[in-house]
Nanobody, 127 residues
């Protein structure tokens, strides 16, 4: 069974930085690298998970409009680890951050396009 485990969340002040990690298990590195990988977040009071960033099997990144220029997604397939480098954090970045995986050519922005999810890690940005 594929498992994704996030870590790296925490509480920071406005303008701070955090680095999230998501480690995959239960699959070989080739399958991890051959997947669409994504970060979503669920903000307080919102029912829908919002796409933060995606990275394709070829390493092509995609970002939500609210995080472009501040967040960077990357992966290390040898470690089966997905990263999210978050800089210039704002209070509106507060939420639970989830990593997700799906085997497909093109990474989707909708959470319904992903079948494997981690348990989430909390990020809190105070003003």
């Amino acid at each position: 069974e594929v498992e994704l485990v996030e870590s790296g969340g925490g509480a920071v002040e406005d303008g701070g930085s955090l680095r999230l990690s998501c480690v995959g298990s239960g699959l070989p590195a080739s399958q991890f690298n051959g997947s669409c990988l994504a970060w979503f977040r669920q903000s307080p009071g919102k029912n829908q998970r919002e796409m933060v960033a995606t990275i394709s099997r070829l390493g092509t990144p995609g970002y939500g409009d609210s995080v472009k220029g501040r967040f960077t997604i990357s992966k290390d397939h040898t470690k089966k680890t997905l990263y999210l480098e978050m800089t210039r954090l704002k209070p509106e970045d507060t939420g639970i951050y989830y990593c997700a995986r799906e085997v497909r050519q093109v990474c989707l922005e909708a959470p319904g396009g992903y079948s494997s999810w981690g348990q989430g890690t909390q990020v809190t940005v105070s003003s």
